[in-house]
Protein backbone atom coordinates (compact mmCIF):
# COMPACT_ATOMS: atom_id res chain seq x y z
CA UNK A 1 0.00 0.00 0.00
CA UNK A 2 2.80 2.51 0.26
CA UNK A 3 3.95 2.34 -3.25
CA UNK A 4 0.52 3.90 -3.83
CA UNK A 5 0.05 5.84 -0.82
CA UNK A 6 3.16 7.66 -1.77
CA UNK A 7 2.26 7.50 -5.89
CA UNK A 8 -1.62 9.39 -4.87
CA UNK A 9 0.38 12.13 -2.97
CA UNK A 10 2.60 12.78 -6.06
CA UNK A 11 -0.11 13.08 -8.54
CA UNK A 12 -1.85 15.33 -6.33
CA UNK A 13 0.20 17.90 -7.42
CA UNK A 14 -0.32 16.78 -11.55
CA UNK A 15 -3.26 18.34 -11.77
CA UNK A 16 -2.97 21.91 -10.40
CA UNK A 17 0.52 22.05 -12.23
CA UNK A 18 -0.67 21.07 -15.72
CA UNK A 19 -4.25 23.30 -14.73
CA UNK A 20 -1.72 26.62 -14.17
CA UNK A 21 1.84 25.94 -16.39
CA UNK A 22 0.71 23.79 -19.68
CA UNK A 23 -2.47 24.87 -20.86
CA UNK A 24 -1.08 26.67 -23.30
CA UNK A 25 0.00 23.86 -25.22
CA UNK A 26 -1.22 21.08 -27.26
CA UNK A 27 -2.63 18.77 -24.80
CA UNK A 28 -1.17 15.60 -26.93
CA UNK A 29 2.17 17.61 -27.23
CA UNK A 30 2.14 17.78 -23.43
CA UNK A 31 1.24 13.92 -23.13
CA UNK A 32 3.99 13.09 -25.54
CA UNK A 33 6.80 15.53 -23.94
CA UNK A 34 6.43 13.84 -20.61
CA UNK A 35 6.36 10.48 -21.33
CA UNK A 36 8.76 10.81 -23.44
CA UNK A 37 11.18 12.28 -21.25
CA UNK A 38 10.76 8.75 -18.89
CA UNK A 39 12.14 6.95 -21.73
CA UNK A 40 15.92 8.00 -21.11
CA UNK A 41 15.22 7.62 -17.91
CA UNK A 42 14.62 4.01 -17.44
CA UNK A 43 16.68 3.03 -20.62
CA UNK A 44 19.93 1.75 -18.76
CA UNK A 45 17.89 -0.56 -16.36
CA UNK A 46 16.30 -2.10 -20.04
CA UNK A 47 17.28 -5.85 -20.04
CA UNK A 48 14.93 -7.73 -22.90
CA UNK A 49 16.85 -10.66 -22.75
CA UNK A 50 14.96 -14.20 -21.39
CA UNK A 51 11.95 -12.01 -22.57
CA UNK A 52 9.70 -13.37 -25.50
CA UNK A 53 9.00 -10.74 -28.39
CA UNK A 54 5.36 -12.19 -27.15
CA UNK A 55 5.70 -10.40 -23.83
CA UNK A 56 7.72 -7.80 -25.24
CA UNK A 57 4.62 -6.59 -27.65
CA UNK A 58 2.18 -6.94 -24.57
CA UNK A 59 3.88 -4.30 -22.77
CA UNK A 60 4.47 -1.97 -25.53
CA UNK A 61 0.71 -2.12 -25.93
CA UNK A 62 0.15 -1.64 -21.68
CA UNK A 63 2.12 1.16 -22.17
CA UNK A 64 0.13 2.68 -24.93
CA UNK A 65 -2.99 2.27 -23.81
CA UNK A 66 -2.47 2.63 -19.72
CA UNK A 67 -0.35 5.77 -19.96
CA UNK A 68 -0.31 7.12 -23.99
CA UNK A 69 -3.94 6.99 -24.75
CA UNK A 70 -5.01 8.14 -20.97
CA UNK A 71 -3.01 10.58 -21.12
CA UNK A 72 -4.36 11.70 -24.76
CA UNK A 73 -7.78 11.66 -23.22
CA UNK A 74 -6.87 13.50 -19.85
CA UNK A 75 -5.07 16.51 -21.02
CA UNK A 76 -7.45 17.13 -24.49
CA UNK A 77 -10.27 17.19 -21.01
CA UNK A 78 -8.29 20.03 -19.65
CA UNK A 79 -10.08 22.21 -22.72
CA UNK A 80 -13.23 21.91 -21.15
CA UNK A 81 -12.92 21.64 -17.27
CA UNK A 82 -10.93 22.86 -14.21
CA UNK A 83 -8.63 20.77 -12.51
CA UNK A 84 -10.59 20.08 -9.78
CA UNK A 85 -12.96 18.94 -12.19
CA UNK A 86 -10.55 16.30 -13.80
CA UNK A 87 -9.31 14.99 -9.99
CA UNK A 88 -13.26 13.97 -9.08
CA UNK A 89 -14.02 12.61 -12.81
CA UNK A 90 -11.48 9.79 -12.03
CA UNK A 91 -13.91 8.24 -9.41
CA UNK A 92 -15.08 5.79 -12.16
CA UNK A 93 -12.02 4.36 -12.47
CA UNK A 94 -12.46 1.84 -9.79
CA UNK A 95 -15.95 0.66 -10.89
CA UNK A 96 -13.94 0.11 -14.43
CA UNK A 97 -11.19 -1.86 -13.01
CA UNK A 98 -13.56 -4.54 -11.01
CA UNK A 99 -15.93 -4.91 -14.17
CA UNK A 100 -12.69 -5.38 -16.44
CA UNK A 101 -10.94 -7.75 -13.90
CA UNK A 102 -14.47 -9.66 -13.17
CA UNK A 103 -13.95 -10.51 -17.29
CA UNK A 104 -10.57 -11.34 -17.42
CA UNK A 105 -11.18 -13.58 -15.06
CA UNK A 106 -14.22 -14.90 -16.02
CA UNK A 107 -15.93 -14.21 -12.66
CA UNK A 108 -18.07 -11.40 -11.30
CA UNK A 109 -17.50 -11.00 -7.55
CA UNK A 110 -20.41 -8.54 -5.97
CA UNK A 111 -18.38 -7.91 -3.01
CA UNK A 112 -15.87 -6.00 -5.17
CA UNK A 113 -18.24 -4.19 -6.59
CA UNK A 114 -19.79 -3.08 -3.45
CA UNK A 115 -16.13 -1.77 -2.76
CA UNK A 116 -16.13 0.23 -6.17
CA UNK A 117 -19.44 2.15 -5.95
CA UNK A 118 -18.37 2.84 -2.76
CA UNK A 119 -15.47 4.33 -3.04
CA UNK A 120 -17.49 6.21 -6.18
CA UNK A 121 -19.53 7.90 -3.50
CA UNK A 122 -16.80 8.63 -1.34
CA UNK A 123 -15.18 10.64 -3.90
CA UNK A 124 -18.39 12.29 -5.20
CA UNK A 125 -19.16 13.68 -1.71
CA UNK A 126 -16.54 15.64 -1.84
CA UNK A 127 -17.30 18.28 -3.97
CA UNK A 128 -19.38 18.79 -6.79
CA UNK A 129 -22.27 20.83 -7.51
CA UNK A 130 -22.01 22.81 -10.33
CA UNK A 131 -24.31 22.86 -13.46
CA UNK A 132 -23.95 20.27 -16.25
CA UNK A 133 -23.26 21.81 -19.49
CA UNK A 134 -22.17 21.25 -23.14
CA UNK A 135 -18.21 21.72 -21.95
CA UNK A 136 -18.44 19.54 -19.02
CA UNK A 137 -20.28 16.69 -20.69
CA UNK A 138 -17.31 16.60 -23.52
CA UNK A 139 -14.93 16.48 -20.71
CA UNK A 140 -16.21 13.90 -18.66
CA UNK A 141 -16.24 11.97 -22.15
CA UNK A 142 -12.72 12.08 -22.77
CA UNK A 143 -12.25 11.40 -18.59
CA UNK A 144 -14.21 8.69 -18.74
CA UNK A 145 -12.18 7.32 -22.15
CA UNK A 146 -9.05 7.90 -20.01
CA UNK A 147 -10.30 6.22 -17.30
CA UNK A 148 -11.00 2.92 -19.07
CA UNK A 149 -7.35 2.77 -20.90
CA UNK A 150 -5.84 3.38 -17.04
CA UNK A 151 -8.18 0.90 -15.42
CA UNK A 152 -6.99 -1.23 -18.38
CA UNK A 153 -3.64 -0.82 -18.38
CA UNK A 154 -3.29 -1.75 -14.41
CA UNK A 155 -5.40 -5.53 -14.36
CA UNK A 156 -3.43 -6.23 -17.87
CA UNK A 157 -0.12 -5.53 -16.30
CA UNK A 158 -0.60 -7.58 -12.97
CA UNK A 159 -1.48 -10.45 -15.68
CA UNK A 160 1.25 -10.21 -17.66
CA UNK A 161 3.62 -9.45 -15.36
CA UNK A 162 2.95 -12.88 -13.67
CA UNK A 163 3.93 -14.60 -16.81
CA UNK A 164 7.26 -12.74 -16.91
CA UNK A 165 10.28 -14.39 -15.02
CA UNK A 166 10.71 -12.94 -11.70
CA UNK A 167 14.72 -12.34 -12.21
CA UNK A 168 13.35 -9.48 -14.52
CA UNK A 169 11.97 -6.76 -12.09
CA UNK A 170 9.44 -4.10 -12.38
CA UNK A 171 12.08 -1.35 -12.93
CA UNK A 172 13.13 -2.78 -15.73
CA UNK A 173 10.26 -3.19 -17.66
CA UNK A 174 9.11 0.05 -17.56
CA UNK A 175 11.18 1.38 -20.63
CA UNK A 176 9.33 -0.52 -23.14
CA UNK A 177 6.10 0.71 -21.34
CA UNK A 178 6.98 4.24 -22.08
CA UNK A 179 8.20 3.36 -25.26
CA UNK A 180 4.84 2.20 -26.17
CA UNK A 181 3.25 5.26 -24.44
CA UNK A 182 5.53 7.19 -26.55
CA UNK A 183 4.29 5.90 -29.95
CA UNK A 184 0.98 6.51 -29.18
CA UNK A 185 1.24 9.94 -28.10
CA UNK A 186 3.76 11.01 -31.33
CA UNK A 187 1.08 9.60 -33.13
CA UNK A 188 -1.92 11.81 -32.17
CA UNK A 189 0.04 14.63 -31.98
CA UNK A 190 1.19 13.83 -35.80
CA UNK A 191 -2.65 13.60 -36.23
CA UNK A 192 -3.20 17.12 -34.40
CA UNK A 193 -0.10 18.38 -36.10
CA UNK A 194 0.53 20.68 -33.33
CA UNK A 195 4.37 20.05 -33.01
CA UNK A 196 5.28 23.41 -33.78
CA UNK A 197 3.88 24.23 -30.63
CA UNK A 198 7.62 22.61 -28.99
CA UNK A 199 9.26 26.26 -30.12
CA UNK A 200 6.26 28.17 -27.64
CA UNK A 201 7.59 25.82 -24.43
CA UNK A 202 9.17 28.31 -21.67
CA UNK A 203 11.73 27.53 -19.12
CA UNK A 204 9.10 27.13 -16.13
CA UNK A 205 7.17 25.12 -18.50
CA UNK A 206 10.49 22.38 -19.30
CA UNK A 207 10.94 22.40 -14.93
CA UNK A 208 7.21 21.06 -14.88
CA UNK A 209 7.37 18.95 -17.61
CA UNK A 210 10.33 16.98 -16.20
CA UNK A 211 8.71 16.68 -13.00
CA UNK A 212 5.42 15.19 -14.83
CA UNK A 213 8.23 13.42 -16.69
CA UNK A 214 10.84 11.87 -14.67
CA UNK A 215 8.62 11.86 -11.31
CA UNK A 216 4.49 12.19 -12.06
CA UNK A 217 4.80 9.95 -14.50
CA UNK A 218 8.33 7.68 -14.76
CA UNK A 219 8.83 6.59 -11.28
CA UNK A 220 5.01 7.35 -10.18
CA UNK A 221 3.56 4.98 -12.79
CA UNK A 222 6.94 2.57 -11.66
CA UNK A 223 6.03 2.53 -8.06
CA UNK A 224 1.75 2.23 -8.61
CA UNK A 225 2.03 -0.27 -11.58
CA UNK A 226 4.44 -2.37 -8.60
CA UNK A 227 2.19 -1.48 -5.76
CA UNK A 228 -0.72 -3.11 -7.99
CA UNK A 229 0.82 -6.38 -8.35
CA UNK A 230 0.84 -6.46 -4.50
CA UNK A 231 -2.40 -5.72 -3.01
CA UNK A 232 -6.02 -6.63 -4.09
CA UNK A 233 -7.92 -5.29 -7.13
CA UNK A 234 -10.41 -4.33 -4.36
CA UNK A 235 -7.61 -2.36 -2.29
CA UNK A 236 -6.20 -0.76 -6.11
CA UNK A 237 -9.77 0.22 -6.67
CA UNK A 238 -9.87 2.64 -3.37
CA UNK A 239 -6.34 3.87 -3.70
CA UNK A 240 -7.73 4.97 -7.89
CA UNK A 241 -9.77 7.41 -5.83
CA UNK A 242 -8.06 8.18 -3.18
CA UNK A 243 -5.58 11.04 -4.96
CA UNK A 244 -8.86 12.74 -5.42
CA UNK A 245 -9.02 14.18 -1.76
CA UNK A 246 -5.00 14.04 -1.57
CA UNK A 247 -5.39 16.57 -4.82
CA UNK A 248 -8.22 18.71 -3.53
CA UNK A 249 -5.84 19.02 0.26
CA UNK A 250 -2.85 20.12 -2.10
CA UNK A 251 -4.71 22.58 -4.52
CA UNK A 252 -5.55 23.80 -1.03
CA UNK A 253 -2.44 24.28 0.66
CA UNK A 254 0.21 24.81 -2.40
CA UNK A 255 -2.21 26.36 -5.03
CA UNK A 256 -4.56 28.47 -3.32
CA UNK A 257 -8.03 27.09 -4.76
CA UNK A 258 -11.17 27.01 -2.30
CA UNK A 259 -13.33 23.82 -1.82
CA UNK A 260 -16.23 22.28 1.14
CA UNK A 261 -14.48 21.15 3.87
CA UNK A 262 -17.72 19.84 4.59
CA UNK A 263 -17.92 17.93 2.05
CA UNK A 264 -13.63 16.57 1.60
CA UNK A 265 -14.17 15.46 5.47
CA UNK A 266 -17.26 13.57 4.62
CA UNK A 267 -16.17 12.28 1.89
CA UNK A 268 -12.62 11.10 3.11
CA UNK A 269 -14.67 9.36 6.07
CA UNK A 270 -16.37 7.37 3.52
CA UNK A 271 -13.38 6.29 1.04
CA UNK A 272 -12.06 5.14 4.71
CA UNK A 273 -14.83 2.39 4.93
CA UNK A 274 -13.77 1.94 0.72
CA UNK A 275 -10.48 0.84 2.42
CA UNK A 276 -12.17 -0.72 5.40
CA UNK A 277 -13.81 -3.21 2.75
CA UNK A 278 -10.90 -3.45 0.63
CA UNK A 279 -9.17 -5.77 4.08
CA UNK A 280 -12.22 -7.82 4.22
CA UNK A 281 -12.05 -8.66 0.77
CA UNK A 282 -8.59 -10.49 1.45
CA UNK A 283 -10.44 -12.74 4.00
CA UNK A 284 -13.25 -12.65 1.21
CA UNK A 285 -11.56 -14.28 -1.20
CA UNK A 286 -9.70 -16.88 0.87
CA UNK A 287 -12.79 -18.04 2.68
CA UNK A 288 -15.62 -19.71 -0.05
CA UNK A 289 -18.54 -19.57 2.97
CA UNK A 290 -17.66 -15.72 3.76
CA UNK A 291 -17.61 -14.95 0.40
CA UNK A 292 -21.39 -16.89 -0.15
CA UNK A 293 -22.96 -14.43 2.82
CA UNK A 294 -21.50 -11.39 1.26
CA UNK A 295 -22.67 -11.98 -2.14
CA UNK A 296 -26.40 -13.18 -1.34
CA UNK A 297 -25.72 -10.00 1.17
CA UNK A 298 -25.11 -7.29 -1.50
CA UNK A 299 -27.63 -8.95 -4.15
CA UNK A 300 -29.81 -8.56 -1.74
CA UNK A 301 -29.30 -5.19 -0.70
CA UNK A 302 -29.52 -4.27 -4.26
CA UNK A 303 -32.52 -6.01 -5.13
CA UNK A 304 -33.95 -4.24 -2.27
CA UNK A 305 -32.80 -0.99 -3.81
CA UNK A 306 -34.62 -1.63 -6.82
CA UNK A 307 -38.15 -2.63 -4.82
CA UNK A 308 -37.67 0.59 -3.20
CA UNK A 309 -37.16 2.44 -6.07
CA UNK A 310 -39.84 1.02 -8.04
CA UNK A 311 -42.26 1.66 -4.97
CA UNK A 312 -41.40 5.40 -4.77
CA UNK A 313 -41.76 5.54 -8.90
CA UNK A 314 -45.63 4.05 -8.38
CA UNK A 315 -46.48 6.33 -5.45
CA UNK A 316 -45.15 9.01 -7.57
CA UNK A 317 -47.70 7.52 -10.17
CA UNK A 318 -50.62 7.37 -7.85
CA UNK A 319 -50.12 11.07 -6.12
CA UNK A 320 -49.97 12.42 -10.27
CA UNK A 321 -52.91 10.58 -11.12
CA UNK A 322 -55.33 11.57 -7.63
CA UNK A 323 -53.51 14.89 -8.18
CA UNK A 324 -55.75 15.01 -12.12
CA UNK A 325 -58.22 13.34 -10.67
CA UNK A 326 -58.72 16.34 -8.42
CA UNK A 327 -58.34 18.83 -11.02
CA UNK A 328 -61.52 17.20 -13.70
Keep these: MLYLLIVSIAWGFSFGLFSGQLKTLDPTLVAFLRLFLAVPFFAPFFRPKGISYKHLLYLGCIGGIQFGAMYVFLNLSYQFLESWQIALFTIFTPLYL ?77 CILFIGASIVTAVATSYQGTWGDLAKVEWDQVLTLLYMGVI ?14 MVSIGTLAVF ?29 IILSVAMFLS ?24 D ?5 YLAKVEEIKERAAKERDQDN
Design 216 to 229: ASGLCFFFWNKGAT
Design 98 to 174: SVIDGIWEDRFHPFGLLMALVAIIGAAVIHYDEKITESILTGVLYMQMSNVCFAFGQVAYRHVRRQIPKEHSDFSLQ
Design 240 to 268: NNLKIPIAMLISLTVFGESTNYYRLFCGS
Design 279 to 302: ELNERYQTNTKFSDRVDAWVLGLL
Design 304 to 308: NIRIA
